[in-house]
C-alpha cells in the first residue's frame, strides 16, 4: 500500500492502521510525504526543547526543521513497519497545513 501525506507526522493519524497492515497482516506499506514540513514551525515549542534549538523561529526553522522531522518520520516508520519512506522535499505553506493543496 502506498500512503501519500501532506507532511510528517501526518502517519500518526492512522498509525494503527499502518501498523496491523504491515505487522499483522504482513503487508508492505510505503510512505510518500509531500512537504519537508516546515510550515508547521509555530508548533514546535516542544521540539525546540527537545533538540535545544530555536525552531520557533522561521528562518532557523526553515533551515533545521526538515531534517529533524524526517529522521522522526523514519523512526516511527521503524516501529509501524513501513518498508520504504519518500520524500517530496517540496516547502511546506500554509495552505498545505491546512490541507488544501492541489496537485
Known amino acids: 500500500?502506498?500512503?501519500?501525506?501532506?507532511h510528517p507526522d501526518d502517519e500518526s493519524e492512522l498509525s494503527v492502521t499502518l501498523y496491523k497492515i504491515a505487522k499483522e497482516q504482513h503487508g508492505t506499506v510505503d510512505l510518500?510525504?509531500?512537504?519537508?514540513?516546515?510550515a508547521g514551525f509555530r508548533y514546535s515549542a516542544l521540539a525546540a526543547a527537545y533538540y535545544n534549538c530555536k525552531l520557533m523561529n522561521a528562518?532557523?526553522?526553515k533551515k533545521r526543521l526538515p531534517a529533524i522531522r524526517r529522521?522522526?518520520?523514519r523512526e516511527a516508520g521503524k516501529v509501524l513497519g513501513i518498508s520504504h519512506t519518500?520524500?517530496?522535499?517540496q516547502p511546506g505553506s500554509r495552505w498545505i497545513q491546512?490541507?488544501?493543496f492541489h496537485m
Request: hydrophobic fraction near 55%; aromatic fraction near 12%; glycine fraction near 12%.
Open 1 to 6: 500500500m502506498l500512503v501519500v501525506i501532506a
Open 32 to 38: 510518500y510525504v509531500i512537504t519537508n514540513g516546515e
Open 59 to 61: 528562518v532557523e526553522a
Open 71 to 73: 529522521q522522526e518520520l
Open 86 to 89: 519518500y520524500f517530496g522535499h
Open 98 to 100: 491546512a490541507g488544501m
